[in-house]
């Protein structure tokens, strides 16, 4: 017993001394950036000036009607109008840095735990760690000034509604109806970027009566149609626009495209296909592209979730899944986030400033780590990122972010194979 205390408190030690370390790394890297003499947020410019273009009586979707920039507005024509409140003036614009970091720490702090229902300082303090230094999405935020900081918030409140402890009796019909206004609110925030809508898949895996889950993926699903569907019947001639915006059939502007250089599979898949001499076959990239995303990560986490579910019981597959999530709920909600991580992670559009949403599921997950877990999850997803950061190397145009999040993504799941019940109340360790 004496011997395993020791042992207990050097690796409480040396762990702590790594998260103070990380977080020292984290905060210089952000005061490092502060303190460069370039030109950042160029999305928070370009965002502004379609709202002011907008409320000129311009179309925002034509670059030429923007104001200072040569970048296109890649959002719905209702968010013209939602945007309009922040626009006001230029003190977004102007003092975006702050008030960025200010929304990151908030969805630190608001992103729910699962093992426990009682928040501690150490995990709120890891959770605003990953959210400020997870991946370096948070430093391609404040640089580019993209409104994901935005989505990122709705989210959190999201997935602060959603994952709630198991209720029952009353408390199960209010806990349920605030998961359907968390579900709304996550389909919601999809709506600003369109490719991340399988994410609302993940919403099956919530410890709930199947019905119950398929109304939640119903409302999630609504709501995000939801502005689509505003668009296309209030500003019918701003949603023929957006549609050339984002198709690319504006000539002489940027246009939103799926194979603009960022750090996806998709774009893994291309450069593997421009190497094999089949670029532009369109059928082989994309087949490619569905390739890499069910081996390096869907499949793997289908197969973990299967296996934890458990092979043997009567029924089909799909009613052992569902009663082995009512049966284990704070499994299951772990398996909701880790499906939400691989979702997301999948994604054929993953800009370096969408890594930032990726750390906050990421954030839900590595604080109930065991401490080895932890220590690799901080290693490979906040230092390694922070350090290429710090010395001068750019990340742009290469893979090294899908690289760290796809061996976080494994961190992650490895420990779920490990122990799927770990967290469930007769599994919590000492």
Not at 33 to 50: H, L, S
Not at 83 to 106: E, K, M, N, Q, T
Not at 142 to 148: E, I, M, P
Not at 355 to 376: M, N, S
């Amino acid at each position: 017993m004496g011997s395993s205390a020791g042992l207990a408190a050097r690796r409480n030690v040396w762990l702590a001394a790594l998260i103070v370390l990380t977080a020292l790394l984290v905060l210089g890297n952000l005061a490092n950036d502060a303190m460069r003499d370039a030109k950042y947020g160029w999305d928070a410019e370009v965002n502004c000036a379609a709202v002011d273009a907008h409320a000129g009586g311009l179309d925002p979707y034509f670059v030429s009607n923007l104001k200072g920039t040569k970048l296109s507005y890649p959002y719905l024509p209702v968010t013209l109008d939602l945007f309009r409140p922040i626009c006001a003036g230029s003190f977004v614009v102007d003092h975006y840095r702050s008030i960025y970091l200010v929304l990151a720490v908030l969805c630190g702090l608001i992103l729910p735990g699962l093992g426990q229902t009682r928040a501690s300082a150490r995990d709120a303090a890891l959770r605003v760690l990953c959210a400020l230094g997870g991946f370096v999405g948070f430093e391609w935020v404040v640089a580019s000034g993209n409104f994901v900081i935005l989505s990122g918030v709705l989210t959190a409140i999201a997935l602060k509604l959603l994952l709630r402890p198991p209720a029952s009796g009353a408390l199960a019909d209010r806990s349920f109806s605030l998961r359907l206004a968390g579900a709304a609110l996550l389909g919601f925030a999809t709506s600003f970027k369109l490719v991340f809508c399988p994410v609302l898949a993940a919403l099956y895996f919530l410890p709930l009566p199947r019905a119950r889950k398929l109304m939640l993926i119903a409302v999630a699903a609504f709501c995000f149609a939801l502005p689509i569907l505003i668009s296309w019947l209030l500003y019918p001639d701003l949603f023929a626009s957006w549609l050339l915006a984002i198709a690319g059939q504006i000539p002489n502007q940027h246009s939103v495209d799926l194979v603009e250089i960022n750090p996806s599979l998709l774009l893994l898949a291309r450069s593997l296909m421009e190497h094999a001499g089949l670029a532009h076959s369109k059928p082989a990239l994309f087949a490619a592209y569905a390739l890499l995303a069910l081996a390096l990560v869907l499949v793997p986490f289908i197969l973990s979730v299967v296996r934890a579910a458990g092979s043997g019981e009567a029924g089909s597959p799909l009613l052992r899944l569902d009663r082995w999530l009512i049966d284990h709920p704070h499994a299951a909600m772990r398996v909701t986030v880790l499906a939400m991580f691989a979702l997301y992670l999948s994604s054929p559009r993953l800009k370096e400033y969408a890594f930032f949403e990726l750390a906050l599921y990421a954030a839900i997950l590595v604080v109930d780590l065991p401490a080895q877990g932890l220590a690799a999850v901080l290693g490979v997803g906040l230092i390694v990122p922070g350090l290429i950061s710090m010395t001068g190397y750019t990340v742009e145009g290469n893979f090294s972010l899908l690289v760290i999040a796809l061996t976080c993504f494994w961190i992650l799941l490895l420990d779920f194979r490990a122990e799927p019940g770990r967290l469930e109340p007769e599994g919590l360790h000492p």
